[in-house]
């Protein structure tokens, strides 16, 4: 009997508890189980495996006469339990060194603050801000059907459809976060997709075609977004990461800026999305593939969608012009040696984040056009602003000073002392593959935490530059293609439903071969003239 159909409020009833009284023969039992299922279902263990961790690591672990290296190894442990666990949510759990740092006197409570607001994560809560005005006046569903249209073809190319959705994907996932990327295009490419009548999906060679073609489609969306984020530092948090530690570790070298990383990201996402495109053209497309899907997409459908949007408004063409000043200033910000850019003007103050703001800010300021006083954007609209990955950065941060501070650096330097002498190129394709398989269970940016410390110490160790094995690391996190758990995107395409875990790992697994391959070939030869490596 369903107790909704019984008259009372099931909301305020356990619809699992027996209707009839339960004998006291076996209530011990009963209650012990209830109380485990308790546990479990709230995450109660979970919680307490980070403190407990912890307790553990400080009572039992000798580390020569360093307590406070000591400490700072039982707080990661206690922070990355519950990132992995997600016993409590990502904000919280990256707001804990705020009070573990001074509690076991990592750092002082002025000190590990710091860490979450500096120029990098003024870059990132900039480029949010225009990300959401971007997906607020639609900007990206009319350059998405514009792009798309123009590559349908007439009548239908299956081939060069995918190459524009999964083009469109990745130039918008070079300027936003990727995650935000693949949130605003899957609707898109699923629109596509509900134009096949859902009576062709259930048997027929016809319908092989359709789901294998909207399996491509999808997966060309996650991928994509996730290539297109290693271009540049905005468009995925593990390069905010990499170059926060870097400039952490080695404030003496030189930074990586927005136009030094790019220089390097774009070689390495073109291999990679050439690869993804003809992996989704092999697997996913057949000969009869254009044939079925005529029948129900044709070029004007899309142009029929597009007209629905209408003319471009004032906002829109007022937002592109801010996002393209901005792509502008900072790959200007700083350029070589006899062309230093136009951060000179204020020697050497301002920073990617600098501008970032700035241009974001300006949103604020400038009208709409709609109404009298109304301004692009208003906070209001920002509401979605995701100060979960913006306190994850900073914890990031948080963590890689702590190391330092605590001594634990200098700890694991001496540790992987028996690593100096074996060959660098050797190491990187092995740093890239260790990365990416912890990437598979747990988020990029909480691999890249994890990951780019040991890594920033190996590499003084055995008498490298850092670089060599840190970028190799930030790389490798980023291809999370084979699990759904890898990224907040993966999670994102397969709960549509048109692609499974399999459909996941044999498209995935050659794209991480491929990820590998370039970086080996890539990074000690174009990295070492866009990084000063020797």
């Not at 271009?231 to 003496?252: A, H, K, Q």
Request: glycine share 10%; net charge neutral.
């Amino acid at each position: 009997m369903d107790p909704r159909r019984g008259g009372w409020d099931s909301s305020s009833e356990d619809v699992t508890r027996p209707l009839l009284p339960v004998h006291d023969d076996r209530p011990t039992g009963r209650r012990s189980c209830s109380g485990l299922r308790t546990l479990l279902a709230n995450k109660y263990l979970a919680v307490a495996s980070g403190p407990l961790a912890c307790a553990l690591i400080c009572a039992l672990v000798d580390l020569g006469g360093h307590p406070a290296a000591r400490n700072m190894l039982g707080v990661l442990a206690w922070v990355f339990l519950w990132w992995i666990t997600e016993s409590v949510p990502l904000a919280v759990a990256s707001m804990a060194p705020l009070f573990l740092f001074p509690l076991f006197g990592i750092s002082s409570s002025d000190t590990v603050a710091k860490a979450y607001m500096g120029d990098v994560i003024s870059l990132v809560l900039g480029s949010f801000i225009l990300a959401l005005a971007i997906e607020h006046y639609n900007i990206h569903r009319r350059l998405a059907l514009n792009i798309t249209s123009l590559f349908c073809g007439d009548p239908v190319k299956p081939h060069l459809l995918l190459l524009g959705i999964c083009g469109t994907t990745m130039f918008i996932s070079m300027w936003i976060h990727n995650t935000p990327c693949t949130v605003m295009m899957m609707p898109v490419a699923t629109g596509i997709l509900q134009r096949f009548p859902p009576d062709e999906l259930e048997g027929g060679a016809d319908a092989r075609e359709v789901q294998r073609f909207s399996k491509a489609v999808v997966l060309g969306v996650v991928y994509a977004s996730a290539i297109g984020g290693m271009v540049t530092l905005t468009g995925t948090g593990v390069n905010i990461i990499l170059v926060g530690m870097w400039s952490t570790y080695f404030p003496e070298q030189y930074p990586i800026t927005f136009s030094s990383w790019m220089s390097f990201g774009l070689p390495i996402a073109l291999v990679l999305f050439v690869a993804l495109w003809a992996t989704l053209c092999l697997m996913y497309c057949s000969k009869n593939t254009g044939r079925v899907l005529s029948a129900y997409l044709d070029r004007s459908h899309l142009r029929r969608e597009l007209s629905l949007l209408g003319p471009m408004a004032f906002a829109e063409k007022m937002i592109l012009a801010v996002f393209g000043s901005l792509i502008v200033l900072w790959m200007t910000r700083s350029l070589t040696d006899d062309i230093p850019g136009w951060a000179v003007l204020f020697d050497g103050k301002v920073g990617d984040g600098t501008v970032t703001i700035l241009m974001a800010t300006l949103l604020f300021v400038i009208p709409s056009g709609k109404a009298d006083g109304e301004k692009l954007m208003d906070w209001g609209k920002c509401r979605k602003l995701q100060w979960s990955i913006i306190l994850l950065l900073g914890a990031g941060f948080a963590i890689a000073d702590g190391f330092k501070a605590s001594g634990l650096t200098d700890i694991l330097s001496e540790g992987l002392d028996f690593l100096r002498g074996a060959p660098a190129l050797a190491i990187a394709p092995v740093a890239c593959v260790f990365s990416s398989v912890i990437t598979e269970f747990t988020s990029d940016d909480a691999t890249a935490t994890l990951v780019l410390p040991l890594l920033a110490e190996l590499g003084k160790s055995i008498g490298v530059h850092p670089l060599l094995l840190m970028v190799p690391g930030a790389v490798g996190a980023q291809l999370s293609f084979l699990l759904p758990t890898g990224s907040p995107g993966n999670v994102v395409g397969f709960s549509t439903g048109y692609i499974s875990i399999k459909d996941m790992v044999i498209t995935g697994m050659p794209l991480k071969v491929v990820g590998t391959a370039a970086l080996t070939i890539l990074l000690p030869t174009l990295g070492s003239l866009v990084f000063g490596m020797n």
